[in-house]
């Protein structure tokens, strides 16, 4: 198959890109607009990317917004509560059905790579042992990475440790960790110690939920880099959320700015999900509650953007369009120059991939899996100001979905 007259990112012009089996075979300058043969996609001037990339999500807990309570405070800590209650009732099918509902919805919108935080902190782990047959079955459309992540805490929670040896021993491919919410700050910081020896015995990433509130004296990211830094770990290990960033005052964080640039790791920004539960007991001047992306991005360090939920305790909205989550964190960071949105789609492929070391696996190169998008629209900027969409999504060489557009009659 060949997708013809595709614009790339970056580049001037048309191209012809070939595809071989579940390979890229050839990526060619176009002279001038071709017609496209039988078998053949027409991209019809539209920009071609790898797919998107969902970073970070809680697949184990979409879709139960509401069981058996809404989160009325809209607080994170509501939250953890709602879903504490609804984890009893979690069970092996249920987490499977409501899991492959969501990842259609990602797929729908030309997403192929994800990354799922899965709650090990339940001593049946239920949800884990549903979600590592979920990737496997689900491998046609997606490529899926689990995290162990201790919701209520590594220390502060009874076994915790041990489940989340074991949650990694059974397979989970990324450590996970919440050092804000442990009891007190020495556990905070003993659990990314704990998680770090963990992630470097076993060769798995590390991927933290760190500082998500907004409090300034949550500073547990400046643990994390250290941590990263010394054992050299860096582009393997990701900070989610870092909220708490946003409420650093300046002259800290020209000190932090250093330490994060000499460890290297990946940041993970929830924009929805932030401006949503954060600022939740400021009156006014509200915070927005987001970490620095702009700042962290000017600074060259590695920063992507996620949806964290979708209609769960934490989140009722979401529908698995991560442009949408694009949008809102492009608005709410004050990223709307030109500079920013003629480069936006970083921020949903090439940044995320990076985070999630996809490595050789990812990329519109020749040799590498014929995964990648058509799109509605030539640029990014056009994209985003369309609300455009995945037209077309393809996956080992093999088409995985076309979209058609609306059509509007005017009269
Ligand atoms: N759990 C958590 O600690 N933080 C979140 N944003 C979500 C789950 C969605
Ligand atoms: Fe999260």
Redesign the pocket.
């Known amino acids: 198959m060949n997708i013809v007259n595709a614009r790339l990112r970056g580049r001037e012009g048309l191209y012809r890109i070939e595809l071989a089996g579940e390979r890229i075979a050839a990526i060619a300058p176009q002279q001038a607009p071709a017609e496209a043969g039988p078998g053949d996609i027409d991209a019809a001037s539209n920009l071609v990317v790898p797919p998107f990339v969902e970073p970070h999500i809680?697949l184990d807990?979409s879709l139960t917004a509401g069981e058996p309570a809404w989160n009325m405070s809209g607080t994170?800590f509501e939250?953890?509560e709602r879903?504490s209650e609804r984890k009893a009732l979690v069970t092996f099918d249920d987490t499977k059905a409501r899991a492959k509902k969501t990842i259609d919805m990602l797929v729908e919108h030309g997403i192929q790579h994800v990354r799922t935080?899965v709650d090990v902190t339940d001593p049946t782990l239920s949800a884990l042992k549903s979600m590592l047959e979920v990737r496997e079955e689900t491998r046609h459309l997606i490529d899926l990475q689990i995290v162990a992540?201790p919701?209520e805490g590594i220390e502060s929670f009874k076994g915790g440790r041990e489940l989340m040896a074991e949650a990694i021993a059974m397979g989970a491919d990324v450590v996970g960790g919440?050092p804000h919410?442990e009891n007190t700050r020495e556990q905070g910081v003993s659990s990314i110690r704990f998680l770090m020896d963990l992630a470097e015995r076993s060769g798995c990433l590390v991927d933290v939920?760190c500082d998500?509130t907004d409090d300034p004296q949550s500073r547990f990211l400046e643990v994390l880099a250290e941590e990263a830094r010394v054992r050299e770990m860096g582009e393997r290990v990701t900070a989610s959320?870092t909220t708490a960033m946003g409420s650093y005052d300046n002259a800290y964080c020209s000190k932090l700015f250093r330490l994060l640039k000499l460890s290297g790791i990946n940041f993970v920004s929830?924009p929805t999900?932030s401006i949503h539960?954060q600022g939740r007991f400021d009156t006014y001047p509200k915070r927005r509650g987001l970490t620095r992306v702009a700042e962290l991005d000017r600074a060259g360090l590695n920063v992507c953007f996620g949806q964290?939920?979708i209609v769960?305790p934490?989140?009722p909205l979401g529908n698995g369009n991560i442009l949408r989550i694009l949008e809102a964190g492009l608005h709410i960071c004050h990223m709307l120059g030109y500079q920013d949105l003629a480069r936006c789609l970083d921020l949903v492929t090439d940044h995320s991939a990076r985070t999630l070391n996809l490595g050789e696996g990812y990329g519109l190169v020749v040799g590498r899996p014929a995964n990648l998008l058509v799109l509605s629209a030539p640029d990014d900027y056009e994209l985003l100001r369309s609300q455009g969409q995945a037209r077309v999504s393809i996956r080992g060489g093999k088409v995985l979905l076309r979209r058609t557009p609306a059509r509007v009659e005017r009269y």
């Open positions: 809680h807990a994170l939250g953890i879903w935080h992540f919701q919440i919410f939920h998500e959320h929830c999900e539960l964290d939920s769960d934490w989140y």
